[in-house]
């Protein structure tokens, strides 16, 4: 499901149309209490339709991600019927249609002319389908998960096209409304249709004319999430992106689309789906489990810790053998196969992802990707935070358990480089150094980072990705690396007339707040608990924003200034970069990277985004090493390894992809300009928010004018030295 937090907000963007209030005094959809089977390695998965009748015997469920059938690249209809999968949405080429079988076999399906997006799909309950098709919606994925608006007002051109069970085209209906909306689900109701999308619900009739309709009011974030109909009543699953409302399960009478009593759900359901026993099919980030309408008692069919994995699917459907998940946009096939006999036992190690923020679908896909690789150990993660914001328990029960001796095996470290962790490395784990033997060296990790990152001979936490925080300016004026306040000023006396030193908008006050990170890498030692920004370096920092920052207003016309400030996380930031300097930047092609000015060295910082420790209480040594090894040759999607072979092997690609077929491109000048960048870092920039406000604290006063450079680094000294002196004995 790689798309489903990358899309998640612009989707929401979507659902702006019309509106209507739900039903009062909900009634609760119970969350089941029995504990579910657990998995093992993948095997072929049958799309033959479920049997009422439950199995007999013992079994386990597993988790299979297969490729997509060809020539598909990205899937936005699906459906199943009578022992195949029905699968529509891009090709290289432009659309496909394909009918997947059971043994493994696929064949493509002719699609009606003039057909630009694929909508929905479901069975005729004759053997044969219906396909809801036409011009493109407003907003949609392409086929490389890049989302894209209409520049101009969709046509709204869609039709029901049928397919009889031998898959041949039979009929296209054009349906009588124009819509606008993106439909992603279509059931096929007495007398007619019914389709779904984030605002409506909307009932056809066989002729494609409108006959019911319902809305949500989605500017309060509400969407139609699903539908399945059962036991005569159409049920539609909404949910709420906005706020913290639970999710409802809505009702409707399916001839007319009338509102009936709703249901509110005990937990934030993301998929929708139905039993062959009439059952809802219901599943969360948590577990899939099967509903009663008729007594409220639900039954967990599969808990994702126990598979350590996590698809939270929108659309589910049970097989013969298994379940079928489904997000519209996804890439792959994602299944549950039951097995039988009895589940592997494996090891499982307790791993603390201590987070800023909610960690981002890649990093959360490399604790699932390790869990599948191998039947040996299984990750049992927990996220602990200490923002509102994000997702996870909250960081005092780590505290407290840590207190109490009962930490974790492992630990794992994220955060968006913007919000800091709350923990420290050094606080909480062992030097990983002696488990992993000569495997970590100076020479495995990007230049200087890991003299940057050890500690008295230890290494408390095994760097996976990193961020390259830096100033770029033109070269015209800054002709190297590593310049000095003086050499900033010099070139700020010759830069061109209209040019500003930084934007308007970015107060001096504001600058020091991007400055604050290098600082205390550059003036603290966190892990001796010692600082020192009594010095001309921190004294000239300060000057230099004050000098440097704007007034704080925010004029009509773009500015062009001397220096960008840039956060390089990702090769692909690099591809195409001296064109982009030339074009957005600063009217020419050749940049420096500058860094933060300082009176020597580089300027530039390393921040590590993610990296992964060794508990002190780690019950089984070889499973961390074996977890260790494989997060750190895993690629994060987009991110910048810390792994320097690695990352030259990246750089090569983009070197030699091919401009022709569109592929990004990174020039050899752009790419040895960036190595020569990494052999000059000598700062790891600090992200601790309780000292990030006492510096910017005590720095205020020197920027309103009513204290000295020196007099706010004394304060910032004196209270940072208590600080980093009470979190070492803490």
């Known amino acids: 499901m790689k798309k489903i937090q990358r899309l998640t907000a612009v989707f929401l963007i979507l659902f702006m149309l019309c509106g209507c209030s739900a039903p009062a005094a909900p009634n609760p959809v119970a969350l089941p209490q029995?504990?579910?089977?657990?998995?093992?390695?993948?095997a072929p998965v049958s799309a033959e339709p479920a049997q009422a009748e439950p199995e007999t015997g013992t079994f386990y469920l597993e988790y299979e991600q297969t490729a997509l059938p060809e020539p598909l690249l990205s899937v936005t209809a699906l459906s199943v019927l009578d022992g195949a999968i029905l699968l529509g949405g891009f090709s290289d080429s432009g659309l496909a249609l394909v009918r997947l079988t059971p043994d493994g076999r696929s064949e493509e399906l002719p699609l009606p002319g003039s057909t630009e997006y694929l909508y929905a799909l479901c069975p005729d309950g004759a053997g044969g389908?219906?396909?809801?098709?036409?011009?493109?919606p407003k907003g949609y994925a392409d086929a490389y998960g890049n989302f894209t608006f209409l520049d101009a007002d969709p046509e709204g051109r869609l039709a029901l096209a049928h397919y009889d069970a031998a898959f041949a085209l039979q009929e296209v209906i054009l349906l009588q409304t124009q819509y606008t909306e993106r439909f992603s689900q279509m059931y096929r109701l007495g007398g007619g249709f019914c389709l779904m999308s984030a605002p409506l619900l909307v009932r056809l009739d066989e002729t494609g004319a409108e006959t019911a309709r319902q809305s949500l009011d989605t500017g309060d974030g509400w969407r139609f999430a699903g539908m399945q109909e059962t036991d005569g009543v159409l049920y539609a699953l909404t949910r709420n992106f906005y706020g913290e409302e639970l999710p409802e399960l809505r009702k409707f009478a399916p001839d007319t689309l009338s509102a009936l009593e709703a249901e509110t759900c005990t937990s934030k359901l993301t998929g929708f789906g139905l039993c062959a026993d009439g059952r809802l099919l219901l599943g969360n980030s948590e577990e899939v489990f099967a509903y009663n309408t008729s007594s409220g008692e639900a039954e967990t069919l599969v808990q994702w810790r126990e598979l350590g994995a996590n698809v939270t699917a929108e659309q589910l459907w049970e097989l013969a053998d298994g379940y079928l998940l489904f997000t519209p946009d996804d890439?792959?096939?994602?299944?549950?196969?039951?097995?039988?006999?009895?589940?592997?036992?494996?090891?499982?190690?307790?791993?603390?992802?201590?987070?800023?923020?909610?960690?981002?679908?890649?990093?959360t896909q490399m604790l699932k990707d390790f869990n599948l690789s191998q039947d040996t150990y299984r990750i049992d993660w927990t996220f602990?935070?200490?923002s509102q914001y994000a997702d996870g328990e909250p960081a005092a029960l780590l505290r407290t358990a840590l207190i109490a001796g009962?930490?974790?095996?492992?630990?794992?470290?994220?955060?968006?480089?913007?919000?800091?962790?709350?923990?420290?490395?050094?606080?909480?784990?062992?030097d990983l150094l002696p488990l992993m033997g000569g495997e970590i060296t100076r020479e495995t990790l990007l230049p200087g980072l890991y003299d940057l990152m050890e500690s008295d001979g230890a290494l408390y936490q095994l760097p996976l990705t990193v961020s390259v925080d830096t100033l770029i300016a033109p070269s015209r004026l800054i002709p190297e690396p590593g310049v000095t306040f003086a050499g900033f000023e010099q070139a700020r006396s010759r830069m061109p007339d209209g040019w500003v030193p930084t934007g308007s908008w970015n107060t001096p006050g504001n600058l020091f707040h991007f400055c604050v990170p290098f600082c205390i890498g550059a003036y603290t030692d966190r892990a001796a608990g010692t600082c020192n920004f009594e010095t001309q370096g921190f004294y000239d920092c300060l000057a230099w924003c004050k000098t440097w920052g704007g007034?704080?207003?925010?004029?009509?016309?773009?500015?062009?200034?001397?220096?960008?400030?840039?956060?390089?996380?990702?090769?692909?930031?690099l591809a195409g970069r001296s064109e982009y300097v030339e074009k957005n930047w600063f009217g020419e092609p050749g940049y420096t990277y500058a860094g933060f000015p300082t009176q020597s060295g580089s300027g530039s910082a390393y921040q590590v985004l993610t990296s992964l420790g060794l508990g002190q209480q780690c019950s089984d040594p070889d499973g961390a090493k074996a977890f260790f090894e494989f997060c750190f040759?895993?690629?994060?999607?987009?991110?910048?390894?810390?792994?320097?072979?690695?990352?030259?092997?990246?750089?090569?690609?983009?070197?030699s992809a091919d401009p022709d077929s569109?592929?990004?491109?990174?020039?050899?000048?752009?790419?040895?300009?960036?190595?020569?960048?990494?052999?000059?870092?000598?700062?790891?920039?600090?992200?601790?928010?309780?000292?990030?406000?006492?510096?910017?604290?005590?720095?205020?006063?020197?920027?309103?004018?009513?204290?000295?450079?020196?007099?706010?680094?004394?304060?910032?000294?004196?209270?940072?030295?208590?600080?980093?002196?009470?979190?070492?004995?803490?």
């Open 384 to 386: 602990y935070t200490d």
């Open 406 to 430: 009962q930490g974790p095996d492992l630990f794992a470290f994220y955060t968006n480089g913007y919000n800091p962790v709350p923990l420290v490395p050094e606080d909480v784990c062992a």
């Open 331 to 363: 890439t792959s096939l994602h299944r549950l196969r039951r097995v039988p006999g009895q589940a592997p036992e494996r090891t499982v190690l307790t791993l603390a992802v201590v987070c800023g923020d909610t960690p981002l679908w890649a990093f």
């Open 551 to 573: 007034d704080g207003s925010t004029p009509e016309e773009q500015e062009t200034t001397l220096v960008k400030l840039t956060s390089i996380r990702g090769v692909d930031q």
């Open 633 to 655: 040759s895993y690629s994060q999607d987009g991110a910048l390894p810390a792994d320097f072979k690695r990352l030259q092997a990246e750089l090569a690609a983009y070197q």
């Open 129 to 136: 389908a219906w396909l809801l098709c036409g011009s493109l």
């Open 662 to 730: 569109g592929a990004e491109t990174v020039s050899e000048a752009d790419a040895a300009q960036f190595n020569d960048l990494l052999d000059g870092i000598t700062v790891l920039a600090g992200l601790d928010g309780q000292l990030a406000g006492i510096i910017q604290e005590e720095a205020a006063g020197y920027f309103a004018g009513s204290m000295t450079a020196e007099q706010a680094a004394r304060n910032i000294q004196s209270r940072a030295r208590i600080y980093l002196q009470e979190r070492r004995r803490a």
């Open 34 to 42: 029995t504990p579910a089977e657990t998995r093992t390695e993948p």
